[in-house]
Nanobody, 119 residues
Framework: QLQLDESGGGQVQPGGTLTLSCAAS????????IGWFHQAPGKEREGVSC????????NYADSVKGRFTISRDNAENTVYLQMNSLKPEDTAVYSC????????????WGQGTQVTVSS
């Protein structure tokens, strides 16, 4: 059973930078597409970015294009999200998820990691 653990969140001032990590255990990430999602208090969970299993296809939400970068290291079984020029509206709990070939995202989530952008 694939276990996903997010880390790297914290509190940062507007304009700051954070890099989040999604580390897998109990399985390998190389056969999965990986997505980062966030959820702010009182709001629905939204997709932020995703990367295909081979890394050849990458998508970003319009709100983070040009600021965030997703990458994966299959040898380390880890996916990263580098977040630059952070804004207060980026404040949320960030979680990662996986999708197999021809399947959707898993319907259960881990604890995520909190990102707070404020002065």
């Amino acid at each position: 059973q694939l276990q996903l653990d997010e880390s790297g969140g914290g509190q940062v001032q507007p304009g700051g930078t954070l890099t989040l990590s999604c580390a897998a255990s109990g399985g390998t990430l190389r056969d999965y597409s990986i997505g980062w999602f966030h959820q702010a208090p009182g709001k629905e969970r939204e997709g932020v970015s995703c990367i295909s299993n081979g890394g050849g296809q990458i998508n970003y939400a319009d709100s983070v294009k040009g600021r965030f970068t997703i990458s994966r290291d299959n040898a380390e079984n880890t996916v990263y999200l580098q977040m630059n020029s952070l804004k207060p509206e980026d404040t949320a709990v960030y979680s990662c998820n996986v999708a197999g070939p021809g399947t959707g995202w898993r319907t259960y989530w881990g604890q995520g990691t909190q990102v707070t952008v404020s002065s």
